[in-house]
């Protein structure tokens, strides 16, 4: 059976660097600490949906002593995000597992309600499908599976806007991929969506 890459893209918990825009109602160590337990939400789901490899790809670069202050699991890979937008660092994330013969999902860690259940549900869809995407209320996505690569998924989209989602499907099709969609999930940006959290999570504002 074909191995199935888990790719987190990640960015480092860091006060005034991860989860910015919930600030005002978090505070910087607030978000900070949110961001840093959707992180380690993302990579225990990651690691047990034991569907292949568990790679971080992150920003800053895995040298970076942030990282190594985290403790997280020791089974993972890691990669270095590297330059450009976020399109050109998720399409080198992307190229390397078809490249390697394996499958990909590409995850954030903006979204906790997606569990291990659903990454398998996302590898499983690769079965019959060339790309599984699982999109966001504000129209983005928060998960995209692919069994092949092509550089047109990536390229000219409008990051951070509301059409995220829809023109990544339209690029699948002038590629004539077929497409497995999910109904859209809310994932955590904006002060308002602090009310989709799991119930058991304790966030707190710090100043």
């Known amino acids: 059976?074909?191995?199935t890459r888990i790719v987190i893209i990640a960015k480092a918990p860091i006060p005034g660097f991860a989860k910015t825009r919930l600030i005002p109602a978090l505070g910087p160590d607030g978000a900070a600490r949110l961001a840093r337990q959707m992180l380690r939400h993302t990579v225990s789901n990651?690691?047990?949906?034991?569907?292949?490899?568990v790679e971080?790809?992150?920003?800053?670069d895995p040298l970076d002593p942030v990282w190594s202050n985290l403790q997280l699991p020791g089974q993972l890979t890691w990669s270095d995000q590297g330059e450009g937008d976020l399109g050109a660092?998720?399409?080198?994330?992307?190229a390397r597992s078809p490249a390697r013969g394996e499958r990909v999902l590409l995850i954030g860690t903006d979204?906790?309600?997606i569990s291990a259940d659903d990454l398998l549900t996302a590898s499983r869809a690769l079965d019959t499908h060339d790309a599984f995407i699982q999109p966001?209320?504000?129209g983005g996505y928060a998960l995209l599976g692919l069994r092949a690569f092509h550089p047109l998924v990536f390229h000219d989209i409008p990051w951070s806007t509301d059409s995220v989602a829809f023109d990544t499907l339209c690029h699948m099709g002038r590629l004539g991929w077929s497409v497995l969609s999910r109904p859209?999930?809310?994932?955590?940006d904006e002060p308002p969506d602090l009310r989709f959290l799991p119930e058991d999570w304790l966030i707190s504002r710090s100043a």
């Open 1 to 3: 059976m074909t191995a």
């Open 46 to 53: 990651a690691l047990a949906a034991a569907l292949g490899p």
């Open 56 to 60: 971080l790809c992150t920003t800053p």
């Open 89 to 94: 660092r998720m399409a080198r994330a992307a």
């Open 111 to 113: 979204c906790p309600t």
């Open 136 to 138: 966001t209320v504000d």
């Open 184 to 188: 859209p999930l809310h994932d955590i």
